[in-house]
Every structure is written in structure tokens, then in C-alpha cells.
């Protein structure tokens, strides 16, 4: 599914109603409502992404070749340098993109993953945004994540985030997110995501000057260029 070009704000992902709004999945992906007592940003539902689960994750390499990336892209993202095992994601292809425009997305990490494991078994969630060859790998990990509760004991959670990135090229875009465990499958990681729009730019006026910048690069604490 590829989605055109908005005239202004178009929201492609609010995932109500049981809906995937389209984008493509690999893995254990559903639309959820509330979850561990983590309720959407917008509506009633959201987008749950595990890496483990009823439903059965993927290998990191076919997560690779889901996103279009090299093999061993997720696994070289891995904090602690250990392999990425298994996990799931979701991609969409945006057509007619034009530099400058935004993309914004609420995201929250969560993990049963203890910090006395951690150094080995850090699972971390990413996004990539890719134009052709090119694009962004960004990740969030469970030391570099705030650890608050949920209403399950066994999950912390690094809250919601509310991200915007500006892209930087235009034409087709393929923007995707991910979860992955590392080193084993004992426990599982998700990542929970909302109301995810893409913002065109505005046609610019004698007055107004238009600021194209790359304000996402840090959206999951360190990025990485293809």
C-alpha cells in the first residue's frame, strides 16, 4: 500500500477499530486498545508491535529484507553488540514526499526485560525512514529508556514520546518500526505506536521562510546513516 502525497496534515496511522490503516506487517503486530494499562494517544486504539507473544515473531534477517535493509542492519543497531533473534515490524510507502516534510509519531517502549540482564539481553525497538539506498536507522534500547510502570508488575515502560522528523530527500519513502529481542527469547518487548501523521509543507509566502532540517535524528536515542 502506498499512500499520495497530503494537502496538508494526513494522519496514516491512528489504528482504530482493529485496523492497520493499511500498512504492511511482519510478525506479531495487532491493533490493540489499552494495554497494561497503557492507553492510546489518540482514539481507542494503537498499534502493538512484540516480540513474542501468541502470534509468532520473525528472524532479524527476514526483518531485514522486510524493511529492504542489508543483512545484518538490525543486528549492527544492537546496544550491547550481541545479535538480534527475533521480532516484529510494520513498514508504509509514502509517495510524492516533498523535502522539508514532517513526519510526527507517538511511540512508547516496553519491556519485561530486568536491568541485571540487561548488558547482554538489551531488546530495543527502531524506525527506519529510507529512500531507496538511503536513510535514517534510529533505536531506542531498555538502559537508554525511562523505566516507569505499567499495571502489569513484570513491564516497565519508557512512557510516550512524541516524535516529528523532516525529511530531508523526496519522492517515494518507505518509513517502517520494529521490535527485536536480543541474544535469547526468554522475555518479551513490544512497541506500542499512535498517531502517526505526515505534515506537508507549506507552499512558502513572500513572508515565510521555510526551515527544512532533520529534527528526528535522536528520535530513539543514537541514529545511525545507511
Known amino acids: 500500500v502506498a499512500l499520495a502525497a497530503p494537502a496538508g496534515a494526513l494522519t496514516i496511522g491512528d489504528f482504530e477499530g482493529g485496523s492497520l490503516d493499511g500498512w504492511s506487517s511482519?510478525?506479531?503486530v495487532a491493533s490493540r486498545g489499552?494495554?497494561?494499562?497503557?492507553?492510546p494517544t489518540s482514539g481507542t486504539g494503537q498499534l502493538v508491535l512484540q516480540t513474542g507473544g501468541a502470534v509468532t515473531s520473525v528472524t532479524s534477517g527476514a526483518l531485514d529484507a522486510f524493511f529492504g535493509l542489508s543483512?545484518?542492519?538490525?543486528?549492527?543497531?544492537?546496544p550491547s553488540g550481541n545479535a538480534a533473534i527475533e521480532g516484529s515490524?510494520?513498514?508504509l510507502v509514502l509517495t510524492g514526499v516533498q523535502p522539508g516534510d514532517r513526519l510526527t509519531f507517538d511511540f512508547d517502549f516496553v519491556t519485561s526485560e530486568g536491568l541485571g540482564s540487561a548488558g547482554t539481553y538489551r531488546d530495543f525497538a527502531f524506525t527506519t525512514i529510507r529512500s531507496g539506498e538511503e536513510g535514517e536507522v534510529v533505536r531506542d534500547d531498555v538502559l537508554t529508556m525511562t523505566r516507569l510502570a505499567t499495571t502489569n508488575p513484570a513491564y516497565w515502560q519508557s512512557g510516550w514520546q512524541s516524535i516529528s522528523y523532516d525529511f530531508t530527500t523526496g519522492g517515494t519513502i518507505t518509513i517502517g518500526f520494529g521490535v527485536?529481542?536480543?541474544?535469547?527469547?526468554?522475555v518479551n518487548s513490544a512497541l506500542f505506536l499512535d498517531n502517526v501523521q505526515w505534515i506537508a509543507t507549506p507552499e512558502p509566502g513572500p513572508n515565510l521562510l521555510v526551515l527544512v532540517g532533520l529534527a528526528g535524528r535522536?528520535?530513539?536515542g543514537r541514529s545511525r546513516r545507511r
Open 26 to 28: 511482519s510478525g506479531n
Open 71 to 78: 543483512a545484518g542492519t538490525i543486528t549492527a543497531l544492537s
Open 89 to 91: 515490524g510494520v513498514r
Open 218 to 220: 535522536a528520535v530513539f
Open 180 to 186: 527485536v529481542d536480543v541474544q535469547d527469547n526468554a
Open 34 to 39: 489499552t494495554v497494561i494499562g497503557i492507553a
